[in-house]
């Protein structure tokens, strides 16, 4: 195990506990021991009720139509009820919508529990596994922001919204820290990638070091983070009702922090997030680098979510500017540059190139000879996605599941284009879900091509990890947009694969193989993160309001300014 203290960044001992950083600051003793507040129903309406054009910054949005919907509920937010407890122990609810309590489900909660992690006997997270039989722990001992989210999720949905609430305060902690990496200062706003508790039973102290990046593989910085850091804020809100943890001061300015430091201006034209390689979930050489669209998607759901909690006061006001500019922008050039279905992979076959001046067409100048044979194919009449990159002369037309599933819960795509991804999904249920939901991207690459985008890297070979892997966790992600979409039925599809294998396999982090069939050559068992995202799945198939606390409704003032096609029409 790697010592993750740094030169330059403190640690914190028994005196730098919650019990007694509060002591010094009565703002963070008020915020834990604060109960919950009931919902107030007349309170101001959030961002989720509000259109980008009622924020008076005097922003509007293009012409030209945003269609029909398809959704199974037209107003998420007002059918979410605070506190409602379901799943496990909750007898009442398993008996809502025909949905059968599934024996793995106790044992999910049981391995959810022997997971968690107390600092000062108080719970601040969950471990991202729990494997007795490897031999090498790594760092699967710690609590990671990104894995700790789905667990926060069914503690939510299960009415034990603590534990979040301290997991958001110590990270938030965290952030405040000097963050020095080979002598290299890193943002005042970047969130720590994990964190480690370390017990000392002769002093009876707790001590926390955390880890920015410096001792990850690669040493690469997480850019999502401080995203799910965000978006996780707003489901605690939602679920709780309690707007106290969001609205105080130190939450707020750790929210405008993070907004900063991805906000910031530099030399570049595009509204989309400059990204290195391995930053977000695939966190090793993917051939990612530029502006893949896993870290767009979630930028853009966090901005929204950031947007619904400011406070409307000088630094809030200013910052809800920005983010509004953003978010116009960002959702135009995504929707109309990484979205590709039958009609516009044609236009691009048939794109000249070298064109000039603001009439060109092929406005990156991509060559079509560089369009993949593989495409074509896996292409449907009916369907669409978000391709997983766009930059000057390269299209990465890679399918990748987490950009696409967020793409659809942050309404960062259209109706239109949430049910054509949903179509490519039920057209092509082999390549992308298989026997184990579900593959991180599509397809894998191999032979030469792999040994030069990946580095030879023996973990990301084909159909392996983060090179066409599958991944349980994606689960939760599949099924909330499959019930924003309107089409549970692929959801449950999904998770029954999910339950003929997982408690077998002992939840393995990841499978490979075309199909999904194989538990992964390095896969560690008791992944927490696949077990959390089993739980929220049935869970949320189980009692949909659940949906509101991630999912975020479209603006409909705020008009696409893009071409459709005849997939759009379902």
Not at 19 to 27: H, N, Q, R, S, W
Not at 250 to 272: H, N, R, V, Y
Not at 328 to 339: D, E, T, V
Request: charged letters at 25%; a negative charge.
């Amino acid at each position: 195990m790697e010592d993750l203290a740094t030169v330059g960044m403190r640690s914190v001992d028994s005196h730098n506990s919650i019990a007694d950083f509060v002591l010094d600051d009565p703002d963070f003793s008020r915020l834990l021991e604060k109960p919950p507040r009931p919902l107030n129903i007349e309170r101001k309406r959030s961002f989720d009720e509000r259109s980008f054009s009622e924020l008076s910054i005097g922003y509007r949005s293009g012409a030209g139509g945003a269609g029909g919907g398809g959704a199974v509920f037209e107003n998420y937010d007002s059918m979410f009820s605070p506190g409602r407890r379901s799943g496990f122990d909750t007898p009442a609810s398993s008996t809502r919508n025909s949905f059968e309590p599934h024996p793995m489900v106790a044992e999910a909660w049981e391995a959810i529990r022997r997971s968690l992690v107390f600092f000062r006997d108080q719970p601040v997270g969950t471990i991202a596994a729990y494997d007795h039989a490897s031999e090498e722990v790594l760092n699967y001992d710690q609590v990671f922001v990104r894995d700790f989210v789905p667990s926060a999720l069914a503690f939510l949905m299960n009415g034990e919204p603590e534990i979040v609430k301290h997991f958001l305060l110590k990270t938030l902690h965290l952030q405040g820290w000097e963050k020095r990496i080979d002598r290299f200062k890193l943002g005042e706003g970047a969130m720590p990638a994990s964190f480690k508790v370390l017990h000392d039973p002769v002093r009876k102290t707790d001590t926390l070091i955390a880890d920015f990046g410096e001792s990850a593989i690669g040493r690469v910085a997480p850019v999502d983070s401080g995203f799910w850091w965000i978006i996780l804020l707003r489901a605690y809100t939602k679920s709780t009702g309690d707007a106290s943890l969001s609205e105080s001061p130190e939450i707020q300015k750790g929210m405008q922090l993070i907004l900063t430091l991805c906000l910031s201006e530099g030399f570049d034209t595009f509204p989309t997030l400059l990204c290195a390689d391995g930053c977000s979930m695939i966190d090793r050489r993917m051939g990612i680098y530029g502006y893949p669209i896993e870290i767009q998607a979630l930028f853009f759901m966090a901005l929204r979510s950031a947007l619904s909690m400011l406070k409307h006061d000088t630094e809030g006001r200013e910052c809800e500017e920005r983010i509004v500019k953003r978010l116009h922008a960002l959702s135009y050039h995504m929707r109309s540059y990484f979205w590709l279905d039958f009609q516009q992979l044609n236009d691009i076959y048939r794109y000249k190139t070298e064109e000039y001046s603001h009439t060109a067409v092929n406005k990156f100048n991509v060559i079509p000879d560089s369009i993949p044979e593989w495409v074509f194919d896996f292409m449907p009449t009916r369907g669409g996605y978000f391709i997983g990159n766009v930059s000057p002369a390269r299209m990465d037309f890679r399918w990748f599941a987490l950009g696409n599933c967020v793409a659809i819960l942050s309404s960062l795509a259209t109706p239109e284009q949430s049910m054509a991804i949903m179509d490519l999904i039920e057209s092509r249920w082999e390549e992308l879900v298989g026997e184990m939901p579900m593959k991180i991207c599509y397809p894998a690459i191999e032979s030469h091509e792999w040994r030069i985008v990946t580095g030879c890297d023996p973990k990301n070979t084909r159909w392996s990890y983060h090179n066409g892997g599958s991944w349980p966790v994606l689960l939760w992600m599949l099924t909330a947009a499959c019930i924003k979409v309107g089409r549970p039925q692929i959801a449950r599809r999904a998770i029954e694969l999910a339950e003929s294998r997982l408690s077998k396999d002992s939840w393995p982090e990841y499978y490979d193989g075309k199909l999904g069939r194989y538990v992964g050559k390095q896969a560690r068992k008791y992944q927490t993160w696949s077990i959390a995202a089993y739980l929220v799945a049935k869970m949320m198939l189980e009692d949909p309001s659940h949906l509101g606390m991630i999912s975020l409704e479209e603006d409909k003032l705020m008009k696409p300014l893009i071409k459709r096609s005849s997939s759009w029409t379902c």
